[in-house]
């Protein structure tokens, strides 16, 4: 019975040491304080869905920046275009999990990021202004 607990705590170690580090976590800001934040001036709310996703329906405050361009290189030039470094960058997803893996690149290039936990379609049923369609 002793093995058999030392088996299993040797793989539960061993699992922990080659699971994927995750630096971000979702944040703790409410919807109301992101949009009172975004609307103030002092954050992006930045979409990392993909393009095809955000033709089909975005937030009107949002701007674009899909995980596959972030994760394929993209450079700190080109995302400072997009998400000024001198405000808090607030990242959506379809249903917050890309989102933190995106926060993840931005946190390298020095992001205060913040990534939401709400999708955008909860983000929609949260109060968050969809952008007009075209």
């Known amino acids: 019975?002793?093995?058999?607990?030392?088996?299993?705590?040797?793989?539960?170690?061993?699992?922990?040491?080659?699971?994927p580090a995750r630096a971000a976590?979702?944040?703790?800001?409410t919807p109301a304080e992101v949009k009172k934040t975004v609307a103030d001036g002092k954050a992006v709310l930045l979409d990392v869905r993909e393009k095809d996703?955000?033709?089909?329906?975005h937030l009107k405050d949002a701007k674009l920046l899909p995980l596959s361009v972030l994760k394929g290189g993209?450079?700190?030039?080109?995302?400072?275009?997009?998400?000024?470094?001198?405000?808090?960058?607030y990242c959506h997803c379809g249903s917050g999990v890309r989102c933190l893996k995106a926060?993840?690149?931005?946190?390298?290039?020095g992001y205060d990021v913040r990534p939401l936990k709400p999708g955008y379609?909860?983000?929609?049923?949260a109060g968050?202004?969809?952008?007009?369609?075209k």
């Open 1 to 19: 019975m002793r093995m058999n607990f030392l088996v299993v705590a040797a793989l539960v170690g061993l699992a922990a040491i080659l699971a």
């Open 121 to 125: 379609k909860d983000l929609l049923k």
């Open 53 to 57: 996703e955000w033709d089909d329906g």
């Open 74 to 89: 993209a450079r700190a030039e080109d995302v400072a275009k997009v998400a000024p470094k001198d405000k808090i960058v």
């Open 103 to 109: 926060a993840d690149e931005l946190k390298k290039l």
């Open 25 to 29: 976590d979702h944040t703790k800001d």
């Open 128 to 133: 968050f202004e969809p952008a007009e369609k």
